[in-house]
T-cell receptor, first 112, second 111 residues
Framework: KQEVTQIPAALSVPEGENLVLNCSFT??????LQWFRQDPGKGLTSLLL?????REQTSGRLNASLDKSSGRSTLYIAASQPGDSATYLC???????????FGQGTELSVKP | EAGVAQSPRYKIIEKRQSVAFWCNPI?????LYWYQQILGQGPKLLIQ????????DSQLPKDRFSAERLKGVDSTLKIQPAKLEDSAVYLC?????????FGPGTRLTVL
């Protein structure tokens, strides 16, 4: 069964701290892995998409890595800001079935 | 480029009532998805359309949920009758290739 897990479920850090969010997936035959941001009451905003042939992607203060062999992805946020407070979701896309399988999310709170 | 549009944004109903949600995908996107997101969980795919045909509805509770995509563009998702456990955010997404683009969602509360 294809499952995606995110730990921790919630994280609180002081402003300025660097942090890492973790995502693991059971089936390594992914096509790509995507990180999303979700603000309260809002839809999903795509942050980074890593193809299965890639090891990492960067956008501004965000860096996402992918290790298919271990079934893990991480999202690194540098110099966190209160505006980064949101729920972060990772999702694995499998060619077989063309499905996005989501983790349950990590709720991040950055305190001023 | 306009994003995925959904309406209504919020809906409160009593259990056993019916409700319908509407989604207008990004122009030209052939694939449309409906997801259910229960509080504290990630979105779960309910149904996937390719143009106006159903690709995957394996996780759609067909005894109470139905969906259609008219003319391969707009889509409606209906729940009849609603149960308390249907309280969730219903997200619509569309894609041209692999990457999916999400709408703002409809928050449903069943009392």
């Amino acid at each position: 069964k294809q499952e995606v897990t995110q730990i921790p479920a919630a994280l609180s850090v002081p402003e300025g701290e660097n942090l890492v969010l973790n995502c693991s997936f059971t089936d390594s035959a992914i096509y790509n892995l995507q990180w999303f941001r979700q603000d309260p009451g809002k839809g999903l905003t795509s942050l980074l998409l890593i193809q299965s042939s890639q090891r990492e992607q960067t956008s501004g203060r965000l860096n996402a890595s992918l290790d298919k062999s271990s079934g893990r992805s991480t999202l690194y946020i540098a110099a966190s800001q209160p505006g980064d407070s949101a729920t972060y979701l990772c999702a694995a896309y499998y060619n077989q079935g063309g499905k996005l399988i989501f983790g349950q999310g990590t709720e991040l709170s950055v305190k001023p | 480029e306009a994003g995925v549009a959904q309406s209504p944004r919020y809906k409160i109903i009593e259990k056993r009532q019916s409700v319908a949600f509407w989604c207008n995908p990004i122009s030209g996107h052939a694939t449309l998805y409906w997801y259910q997101q229960i509080l504290g969980q990630g979105p779960k795919l309910l149904i996937q359309f390719q143009n106006n045909g159903v690709v995957d509805d394996s996780q759609l509770p067909k005894d109470r949920f139905s969906a259609e995509r008219l003319k391969g563009v707009d889509s409606t998702l209906k729940i009849q009758p609603a149960k308390l456990e249907d309280s969730a955010v219903y997200l619509c997404a569309s894609s041209l290739a692999v990457e999916q683009f999400f709408g703002p969602g409809t928050r449903l509360t069943v009392l």
